[in-house]
Structures are given as structure tokens and as C-alpha cells.
């Protein structure tokens, strides 16, 4: 199909009374060209329903309105539009009527026109977007057409959108056999013969491998084919070779070419087991993750291929090999992004299940919309060979229930039967799936430290050692039991905050693999000693990998208790606890007085407060700014 991006010429306002039902555009409303974060525009405010979460900013209800023209040739053709991320609760509308949506806010979703379009004439496509829902993020998400929208047109007998699937079932250094899978659409009321031809090439544009197939479509139809290519000598990918090539797809009717579809896909193959690891292409490799989040910076959620490659290389620069998209699908420029640069990618379902984080989060709509968002999740990540794995959730404390651990079981099963080329896990913290137990934990640690005479029994003195004792909690045998559930039917083990558990677990669960999927900066020292030291465990991703807008404040240190971490409070905007951060920060950061705007996105902050220590930024080392609380963004 032909892929327009359709990015210019929106009209765009906020609704102030979403009850409104006069169907026009405003004389308020402004021309905006997408990607498009509403949030961002808005200045941080103290009172804010969203608080920390977002960074002070808040969301609202928007709308965005574009013209179509749709010619009468039109007609023996279809037309799809694709957003490939809305947040949140998109509605499009064609001429007034109802054409389609997506509820969870981070994954691509097709809108089909052809049933709504009036040809010969202009018809308008209306988008509504309802973020006004507080708090429904534990991060800044943004607001809006925050990334590419597409138009699709292809004739009436067609190759579908994301309709090639092409991944590698065998690869050495000799040959490498690539199965790609079809799917082909006949939307005519009658029978047509088609040819379908697939083609392989490198780098260089040579072909390196085709295959023809002849099928015939009947009235109505849709059907997928495989197709087995051959490649000699491939160029295999992996984060110390990341070359691509172009899967070219051409569908003909009677010698005439009718539609084409061009992919960029990696060969590569993936295993997995306790004893070896993980292997790509047969090599051994150890994953040194980063966690990172969706915004850009400045630039706040909206999208840029640009400025994802410049993160990604950035990333690549400073040792990163991988990187945990937290906690929801990643955008397709990241992916695009991460298989360019080689970086390999644990991509993540979402952050809660069926019990709420915040009061408007996705949990209000997971149970009806669960299987959908991972249909969208796995079709945008099929042919990038830089996704090698699935988180289905992120520290969901009800995993460890019976009924949390069926509820994985069902994602994985339905993660599997999309993709069976990749490996699952979940992102698990010890502790909150510790549930209702966490008392008992508690109390059995503290009964142990006073025996010992460390503490003299009062909460108090618990809590004071508690930060150096988690080793002891994370290895509780409540924990144990509930990860013996969580873990049951996923390929890996996901250990958030959990090192002390590594080594342990390699010699009671003998065929468990495990990755660090979330943890301190402090610890990569020893956890990477682990695994490097450990074959089950194959990797560690730092929290976090590069700053962000949200969770503002976490990693400020305080000397008064309430003025750092969660408790930072506002004109704090960032986390602060990146490895690296986005352009221009340092620079804001160095220029800031005490009068600076508090809408001011400047740089973190030295993280040992009031020292002027060294800190590192994205282009190397500098001298790092002192904490001072009055003035800007701190």
C-alpha cells in the first residue's frame, strides 16, 4: 500500500465543555503540524491533580480536525488511516460517524475510511482525545497526536498493513533461511489471481535471496502465505553488527504490479537456557540494559525519529547495549531507531493489571482491552530484530494471587501464539507482590535483628536499618512462594530490586533464566559481577538510563526528610535519576536563578547536593550545578 505521512494541516483546540453539540471548528482553534504534545504547552502548576506524576503539568480534552479529499477513482481502492500513538482515549471520526479508536494511549491502531468516505468531495476526520482523567500516569505521558499519523492506500485486492512477517528460522555464517509470512486481502465480491513475489536485499540493494508464489484470493478473502528464502553468506544482525536488510513484497494481477509493501528486517536467531544464556546468533551475550521512558525532553512526548537516534547512539556510546521500554509498548521510530544503532530491546505490555496505581490509570480498562493492546504490541515489534523480549507487566502486585498468575499465564500464551520468536517475562518486584504477607516479612526480619541485639525493637530502629537489610527481604520465603507462582509459565524471570536472589536461584530453580530487569545505579557493580560470573542470569537494566519529565524528584538526595525522592514536591519537574539526559538541560540548568519560571525544564541536579561535584551528561563529563531549591525547575 502507499504510506503518506499525514502530519501537516491539523487544526487543533482544547474543548472547554466536552458536552458540546455544535459539530464545527472553533475560530480559537490554531494549525499544528504532528507529532503534537498538548501537555508540554501547558506550564507546570503547584496544584496540579496529576502532581509529581507528570511533572506538574496536566492533561485535558482535545480535539484535532484535517481535511480529506477523497477522489471518485477512490472508490476501487481502500483507505486506512494509522495512528501510531494517541494519548489517551482517541476517538476518530469520519463526516460525524464513529470510524474507530484505541483506549490504552501507547500503541499504533488503524482506522479503515472506506466505509464513511464520500467521494468527490472533501470529508473531515475528527480526533478526540479525553486525558483529563487525574491521576491516570505514574509518569509524564504527554497529551495528543503525540506521534506519526500515516494515510494508506492500496487497491482493492491487497497486501495488508503490517501484513509481512518476516523473521530468520535458521542462520550461521554459510546460509540463513528466512520464513516471511503475507497476508493478503481481497475485498472484491469475486475471485482474483494473484502472484506474489518477495525479495531480499542487502545493504548494498543487491538481492540476495526471492520467491514467487501464485495464489487465488475468492470473493471476500483474506489469507497468509509463507514463503521460505534462502540467503548465502547473510550479513546477520546483531548490537555489534546491526545490518539490516529490505524485505521487498510485490503483488501482481495478470503481469500488472497492483501493490507493494517494503520492510527493513534483521536476520538473526535467538536461544535461550540456564546453562548458555542467551545466544544470538549462537554467540553468547550478556544484556547491559538500560531502563529509559518515553519523552523526549523539551520536546516532551512527541515523537521524533531524530531525536530516538541520537538517544539510542548516546546510549550505545556510553556502554548500554540494551534498553526496557517502561512501562508500555515502544513508539515504531525508537524501534526503528534501536535496530539502526544495535541496541537490543525488552519491550513492556503496561504497568498495571487489574488493581490501580493511580485513580485513572489503564487498570479501568485492561481487563476488556488486554488482548488487543498485545495484538498491537507484537505486530509493531514483529519485524524489528532488535526486540528479543516481552515484559507483560511491570511490578503488578497481584501476580503472586493464584488469580495474577493465571492472568500471566494468559498473556504469555497469547504473546506466544502471536510471536514465537521471542521470550517473555515479567518485570516483578519482590516485595509489593508480597502483598497482604509483607507484615509477617517484617515482623520475621525484626524479630531476627533484635535477637541479635542490631535493633532494640522499636519500628523506628527497624526502619532505620531497613535500607541495608533488603537483601534478607527480597530472599523471604513469602516472596519465594509467590514468585514460584508469578514465574510458572513465563520463558524468564524478571527480578526488580532483587540481586540477592540471583545466585540463590540458580542452584533451587536449576532451569530458571534470569534477567535484572530493574535496579539500582549503586548496585551494577555487583550485579554485573553476577552476571557476567552467573550463566542464568543474562543481564542488568539500571534505573534509569536516561533522565526524565515525571516521577519528579526521585532521585534528588535531601539532608530533611520530605525534600527529596517522592517527596520533593514541586517546582521539581525531572527525576533526576538518569544516566544521561536530553539536550540543553545542563546548558538551562547553569543559567537558572532564583526567578526562573517554573515551567522550566532545565538539567538535574549535582546528585550530592550542595558539593559541586562531577556529573555526567550526555556529551561527557562537567561540573555539575548546586541543588537550589528557589529557583526554577530544580
Not at 476526520?125 to 500516569?137: D, E, F, K, L, Y
Not at 494473484?194 to 538481492?207: C, F, I, K, P, Y
Request: proline share 4%; hydrophobic share 35%.
Amino acid at each position: 500500500m502507499i504510506s503518506e505521512k499525514w502530519n501537516e494541516g491539523w487544526k487543533f483546540w482544547e474543548d472547554r465543555d466536552s458536552f458540546a453539540l455544535v459539530w464545527g471548528v472553533p475560530e480559537e482553534a490554531r494549525e499544528i503540524c504532528l507529532p503534537h504534545d498538548a501537555m508540554i504547552e501547558r506550564p507546570a502548576r503547584a496544584d496540579s491533580p496529576n502532581g509529581g506524576n507528570t511533572g506538574f503539568r496536566d492533561g485535558g480534552t482535545y480535539t484535532y480536525v484535517k481535511r480529506l479529499y477523497a477522489p471518485e477513482e477512490a472508490r476501487e481502492e481502500t483507505w486506512t488511516l494509522r495512528f501510531e500513538g494517541v494519548y489517551r482515549q482517541a476517538r476518530v471520526y469520519v463526516n460525524e460517524q464513529y470510524a474507530g479508536g484505541e483506549s490504552a494511549g501507547y500503541v499504533p491502531f488503524d482506522v479503515p475510511l472506506d466505509d464513511f468516505l464520500r467521494y468527490g468531495e472533501e470529508n473531515e476526520i475528527r480526533v478526540q482525545v479525553r486525558n483529563g482523567g487525574a491521576a491516570n500516569s505514574r509518569w509524564y505521558s504527554g497529551s495528543g497526536i503525540y506521534r506519526d499519523v500515516y494515510l494508506l492506500r492500496g487497491p482493492l485486492s491487497h497486501i495488508a498493513p503490517d501484513g509481512v512477517r518476516a523473521d530468520c528460522e535458521e542462520a550461521d555464517a554459510d546460509l540463513a533461511v528466512v520464513r516471511v509470512r503475507t497476508e493478503l486481502k481481497n475485498r472484491r465480491p469475486v475471485p482474483v489471481e494473484l502472484t506474489l513475489r518477495t525479495v531480499l536485499r542487502d545493504a548494498d540493494g543487491v538481492a540476495a535471496g526471492a520467491e514467487e508464489s501464485r495464489v487465488v484470493l475468492f470473493g471476500g478473502e483474506t489469507r497468509t502465505l509463507t514463503q521460505r528464502i534462502a540467503v548465502e553468506r547473510p550479513q546477520l544482525w546483531s548490537d555489534e553488527t546491526p545490518t539490516l536488510y529490505r524485505c521487498e513484497s510485490t503483488l501482481q494481477e495478470d503481469g500488472q504490479t497492483v501493490d507493494s509493501q517494503s520492510e527493513m528486517v534483521g536476520l538473526r536467531t535467538l536461544r535461550l537456557d540456564a546453562k548458555r544464556g542467551l545466544r544470538v546468533n549462537g554467540r553468547s551475550v550478556k544484556l547491559r540494559g538500560a531502563c529509559i521512558h518515553h519523552d523526549s525532553g523539551l520536546l516532551g512526548a512527541a515523537t521524533y525519529e531524530e531525536a530516538h537516534l541520537r538517544q539510542m547512539r548516546l546510549l550505545k556510546e556510553a556502554g548500554f547495549n540494551a534498553i526496557r521500554m517502561s512501562h508500555h509498548p515502544a513508539a515504531p521510530a525508537l524501534l526503528r531507531a534501536c535496530d539502526q544503532v544495535g541496541i537490543y530491546v525488552m519491550d513492556e505490555l503496561s504497568d498495571m493489571w487489574d488493581r490501580s496505581k493511580s485513580e485513572m490509570d489503564f487498570s479501568l480498562y485492561f481487563t476488556q482491552c488486554w488482548e488487543e493492546t498485545a495484538e498491537a504490541m507484537v505486530r509493531n515489534d514483529y519485524n524489528h530484530p532488535s526486540v528479543i523480549l516481552y515484559s507483560l507487566g511491570n511490578e503488578i502486585p497481584e501476580i503472586g494471587t493464584a488469580h495474577g498468575a493465571e492472568t500471566c499465564h494468559r498473556l504469555a500464551e497469547k504473546v506466544r501464539s502471536l510471536d514465537e520468536t521471542r521470550y517473555t517475562l515479567a518485570s516483578i518486584n519482590g516485595v509489593f507482590a508480597a502483598g497482604d504477607q509483607v507484615g509477617r516479612i517484617v515482623s520475621d526480619i525484626s524479630a531476627s535483628l533484635q535477637a541479635t541485639g542490631e535493633i532494640g525493637g522499636n519500628v523506628n530502629d527497624f526502619m532505620t536499618l531497613m535500607d541495608g537489610h533488603m537483601d534478607e527481604i527480597v530472599v523471604h520465603e513469602v516472596i519465594s512462594e509467590r514468585l514460584e507462582r508469578a514465574c510458572a509459565n513465563a520463558d524468564i524471570a524478571g527480578y526488580n530490586y532483587r540481586t540477592a536472589r540471583s545466585e540463590p536461584a540458580g542452584v533451587q530453580y536449576p532451569n530458571r533464566v534470569i534477567v535484572g530487569s530493574e535496579t539500582y545505579p549503586p548496585e551494577i557493580a555487583r550485579n554485573w559481577a553476577l552476571v557476567k560470573r552467573l550463566p542464568h542470569v543474562i543481564g542488568d537494566f539500571t534505573w534509569t538510563g536516561w533522565d526524565y519529565i515525571g516521577e519528579a524528584g526521585v532521585g534528588i538526595p535531601a539532608y530533611r526528610f520530605g525534600e527529596g525522592g517522592f517527596g520533593a514536591g514541586f517546582p521539581c519537574q525531572l527525576a533526576y535519576c538518569g544516566d544521561l539526559e536530553w539536550p540543553g538541560a545542563a546548558d538551562s540548568e547553569k543559567g537558572r536563578g532564583s526567578d526562573a519560571g517554573a515551567d522550566h525544564l532545565g538539567g538535574r541536579p549535582d546528585r550530592f547536593a550542595g558539593t559541586g561535584g562531577i556529573e555526567r551528561h550526555g556529551n561527557g563529563l562537567q561540573q555539575g550545578p548546586r541543588l537550589d531549591p528557589s529557583g526554577g525547575l530544580f
